[in-house]
């Protein structure tokens, strides 16, 4: 791989999914590039990767995705020429039925889920044309399969995130670029709490008496994803803890 071949471009790396991505690559990375809003949390990643790969060349954005101006930011400072993108950066908030949910959380999850990652995709793409290679990467979920009750918003905006990318694919077919989604399923991170406006006893409820999947489950898939020979393409890996039969299926002790 070529050093432009081997840098990364990483939302919502600050923490869960994202940041376990960023460990689990920076051994084999020239470049990450870094996108979250918390500066606090990149610097702690920040020493972390450089323990991992004192050589790493590491560029922390600190940025809010879903401002208007994140993408000229993004162009601006050369931050699109990549080989890969990983569209990891999604939130789900409440689990309300849609009459009794808060409008500015229901628009919040379709701009950070869906309309973010189509602009960023959109932008990262005709470099990556230009440069003959690359790889898309969006991690969606399982819900973008299936629904459940007050999740109405957030499976759609996965099933909107899933028929893109299948989509985006088609378009891209031969031409070296690599289109695909991984969809988990229960994974202990962050994401229960930022749902449950950090309240920890319905975030432990989400888990208890089950084993869920780690951020870092997710990671070894990515990296496998990546990692196979350029001909070969892994359309979507879905992926879900032993104890987890559907969306709606978990088995409790």
């Known amino acids: 791989m070529t050093l432009k071949e081997k840098s990364y471009l990483i939302t919502g790396a600050s923490s869960g999914i994202g940041k376990a991505i960023a460990l689990r690559l920076a051994s084999k990375s020239h470049t990450l590039k870094l996108i979250a809003r918390r500066k606090d949390k990149l610097d702690l990643l920040y020493n972390d990767l450089i323990k991992i790969n004192p050589k790493l060349k590491i560029d922390l954005i600190v940025q809010d995705i879903n ?9 601006d400072h050369h931050h699109l020429d990549v080989g890969t993108l990983i569209s990891n950066a999604g939130i789900a908030v409440g689990k309300d039925y849609v009459e009794n949910a808060n409008w500015d959380d229901l628009e919040k999850m379709i701009q950070t889920n869906f309309l973010s990652l189509v602009k960023l995709t959109h932008a990262v793409l005709p470099v990556m ?10 991690v969606s979920s399982i819900s973008g399969h299936q629904t459940y009750v007050g999740g109405a918003v957030y499976a759609a905006t996965k099933h909107a995130v899933h028929a893109f990318t299948k989509a985006l694919r088609e378009e891209t077919c031969g031409q070296n670029i690599r289109v695909m989604q991984i969809s988990p399923g229960m994974v202990e991170t962050e994401f229960s709490l930022n749902r449950f406006n950090q309240d920890e006893q319905k975030a432990r409820q989400v888990y208890e008496g089950m084993t869920p999947l780690k951020a870092e489950d997710i990671a070894r898939h990515v990296d496998f994803m990546l990692s196979e020979p350029r001909h070969v393409t892994i359309d979507e890996l879905t992926t879900t803890p032993i104890d987890q039969g559907s969306v709606n299926t978990v088995r409790r002790s």
Do not use: M, Q, R
């Open 67 to 75: 401002d208007p101006h994140f993408i000229s930011f993004l162009k």
């Open 129 to 138: 044309k230009k440069n003959g290679f690359g790889d898309i990467l969006h």
